[in-house]
């Protein structure tokens, strides 16, 4: 990496360190939404995004190169299949807040980046080593151990880490700009967010007990989903990777205080579990290190 004087590093820095709090409280955020379902979020969530999106696009003169995006069919068809992903995530994310399940978000955003590792091995034939084999093993004994000890598939977890991670994939096959990518994926998913919202307030008789309240909280979904991702662009820009990978775990470290402060159930077994996952964590940032280390 060039050399960037120390107070654009700062200004990174704090950009990324902000991304991943403010993705660690949303489960606050969220939770004032109770009063709609997960895919109504999610739905209000797309729509809001799209003019936000656009323009941030246009204040950072991207337009010209978001609608030149759109002559390579390889990336429209990309993005069309990451927007389907990136949905999915949404949709498991809201679900757990709403549904007490916060623990399971906070354990799928942990997985994610040691589920990333093994699809790097298996699909992009990246080198594994005993530091990763030992990651990804500890991982997987910790999901194992919350199937066998808890009684529970930690389904929303996996679906939250797999979903990610197949979105991360598809994003790292195309080069655009991250602010370019998202808003061509929220359009492309917005002709449906709009019907389904109109099915749901206009057929199906759905409605809003206090709209003059709820309607902004439903706007501010949108903040939500792009103000974070602003954030974590000029992080990511300005920082080295192995910085951005121990930033990352904030999130889900700030989701699992929230889930346990908040009541819900965690026992020994739960203990086990994150204990495991936690110690492939810390050997996959370890293994970060040495292999940045080395290359620099």
């Known amino acids: 990496m ?6 654009e590093i700062r200004r990174a820095t704090w950009a990324g360190l902000s991304s991943y709090i403010i993705w660690g409280i949303s489960p606050l955020f969220f939770q004032l939404l109770d009063f ?8 209000h969530r797309v729509v809001w995004a799209v003019p936000l999106l656009f323009g941030a696009l246009w204040f950072s003169g991207k337009l010209k190169p978001a609608f030149q995006a759109l002559q390579n069919k390889r990336i429209v068809l990309t993005l069309i299949a990451s927007s389907i992903l990136i949905s999915i995530n949404w949709w498991g994310f809201v679900f757990s807040v709403n549904s007490g399940n916060i623990l399971q978000a906070s354990l799928g955003y942990y997985i994610n980046p040691l589920m990333s590792v093994a699809v790097g091995v298996i699909v992009l034939r ?6 990763r084999i030992a990651a990804i093993s500890l991982a997987a004994l910790g999901v194992l151990n919350q199937i066998i000890a808890v009684g529970e598939v930690p389904w929303i977890s996996l679906l ?9 994939y598809l994003r790292k096959t195309v080069a ?3 602010r370019i990518g998202l808003f061509w994926e929220t359009v492309f998913i917005l002709p449906f967010a709009i019907a389904g919202l109109a099915w749901y307030y206009g057929i199906a008789g759905g409605t809003l007990s206090d709209p003059g309240t709820q309607i902004p909280l439903l706007m501010a979904a949108g903040a939500i989903t792009v103000g974070p991702l602003l954030l974590y662009i000029i992080g990511a820009r300005g920082l080295r990777l192995s910085t951005m990978g121990l930033l990352q775990f904030f999130a889900p470290s ?5 889930a346990v402060i908040g009541g819900e159930p965690f026992g020994f077994a739960n203990m086990v579990t994150f204990g495991l996952i936690w110690a492939g964590v810390i050997t996959f940032t370890y293994s970060q290190m040495k292999r940045e280390n080395k290359a620099g």
Do not use: C, N
């Open 36 to 43: 709609a379902s997960a895919l109504e979020i999610v739905l």
């Open 126 to 131: 990246e080198p594994l080593g005993p530091w």
């Open 160 to 168: 939250l880490a797999s979903s990610f991670t197949g979105y991360g």
């Open 254 to 258: 700030l989701q699992f205080i929230i």
């Open 2 to 7: 060039s050399y960037r004087p120390p107070i």
């Open 176 to 178: 655009v700009d991250g």
